[in-house]
């Protein structure tokens, strides 16, 4: 949804005349694709048919990527906003651009966390190895 609002955001103004801002739709665009097709391949649990892949160390991968390339689109967003813009509405769409930006970051990089703790099995309590040491 962050990003979904950042690309929104910036799609809704006269983002063509500033190139800063094709960086930052590109970005946005391109993970917010991409999660929605990770959000979908787990709703319908295709992971379990495609077995042979770690999952745990493509999504690690994955969130990595989208924080530092969202640090870049934030970055370029928050830089490129004038507040002396004479469309006062183009100034205030680019500045929320730029704070959900921020906030889809900070999401990435929280979910960096969680998918290295499961990458490296660190969530796991005693009734789950217990459960996993029996089967």
């Known amino acids: 949804v962050l990003g979904l609002l950042v690309w929104a955001l910036i799609a809704d103004t006269t983002y063509h005349l500033h190139a800063a801002y094709g960086w930052v739709m590109f970005v946005s665009i391109f993970f917010w694709i991409l999660t929605v ?3 979908v391949t787990y709703l319908l649990q295709l992971q379990l048919k495609f077995y042979m892949i770690p999952w745990p ?53 929280v979910s960096t966390f969680f998918s290295f703790r499961a990458w490296k099995g ?14």
């Open 57 to 109: 160390l493509v999504l690690m991968i994955f969130n990595a990527a989208a924080t530092i390339l969202y640090i870049t689109a934030f970055v370029t967003c928050a830089a490129a906003v004038q507040p002396t813009s004479w469309r006062q509405w183009d100034y205030n769409r680019r500045a929320a651009a730029s704070f959900f930006a921020c906030l889809t970051m900070i999401a990435y990089g």
């Open 122 to 135: 660190l969530g796991s309590n005693a009734a789950t190895s217990q459960v996993t040491d029996h089967a």
């Open 37 to 39: 097709l990770f959000f």
